[in-house]
């Protein structure tokens, strides 16, 4: 089976830095994503890791670990409007499906 | 630019009614996903497939059923309508690897 975890709240300030965490435990890896969703809106991708290391995207990056089946998403420079939920999502083996975890719900206060 | 619709993307129906929630994509991706969403909550996995003629449920248990006829096209239909089915259904589509695309979503009202 997968497992994902990651924190439920999180705040912080405009202008700060934020480290989002994720674990997840599955059986076989294709694939880490990280998704940004407004409430009452679809999800949007943000970043896609599949192989060790940071993947960086202007103001967000990524980070994955495979052996410690670990990842972080980054979000420097904060503005109001990245007050969101983020999904971290794992793909696994072959013929297993998409898995999200639960959201990290970001508010950020001026 | 994400080429998946959703329509109905509002509905109100009574309940017992039998109701089909259309997904179609112009990506040729082979895999489509159906997830229920209630406010403020996760996203729950409730069907997915690989392919053409290639159906399976998810970790939610669901009262709707799935086709996968065409590749572009992966409808959701409930035979009959209760108020607990009242929730946001989210569809999306992937190559084998890479991200997968969202639809708008239908939020569905059974009253």
């Known amino acids: 089976g997968q497992n994902i975890d990651q924190p439920t709240e999180m705040t912080a300030t405009e202008g700060a830095i934020v480290q989002i965490n994720c674990t997840y435990q599955t059986s076989g890896f294709n694939g880490l994503f990280w998704y940004q969703q407004h409430a009452g809106e679809a999800p949007t991708f943000l970043s896609y890791n599949v192989l060790d290391g940071l993947e960086e995207k202007g103001r967000f990056s990524s980070f994955l670990s495979r052996s410690k089946g670990y990842s972080y998403l980054l979000l420097k420079e904060l503005q109001m409007k990245d007050s969101a939920s983020y999904l971290c999502?794992?793909?696994?083996?072959?013929?297993?499906?998409?898995?999200f975890g639960k959201g990290t719900t970001l508010s950020v206060s001026s | 630019e994400a080429d998946i619709y959703q329509t109905p993307r509002y509905l109100v129906i009574g309940t017992g009614k039998k109701i089909t929630l259309e997904c179609s994509q112009t990506?040729?991706?082979?895999?489509m996903y159906w997830y229920q969403q209630d406010p403020g909550m996760e996203l729950h996995l409730i069907h997915y497939s690989y392919g053409v003629n290639s159906t399976e449920k998810g970790d939610l248990s669901s009262e709707s059923t799935v086709s996968r006829i065409r590749t572009e096209h992966f409808p959701l239909t409930l035979e009959s309508a209760r108020p607990s089915h009242t929730s946001q259904y989210l569809c999306?589509?992937?190559?084998?690897?890479?991200?997968?695309?969202f639809g708008q979503g239908t939020r569905l009202t059974v009253v």
């Open positions: 999306a589509s992937r190559w084998q690897i890479g991200e997968a695309f």
């Open positions: 999502a794992v793909a696994g083996q072959a013929g297993t499906a998409l898995i």
């Open positions: 990506m040729g991706h082979d895999k």
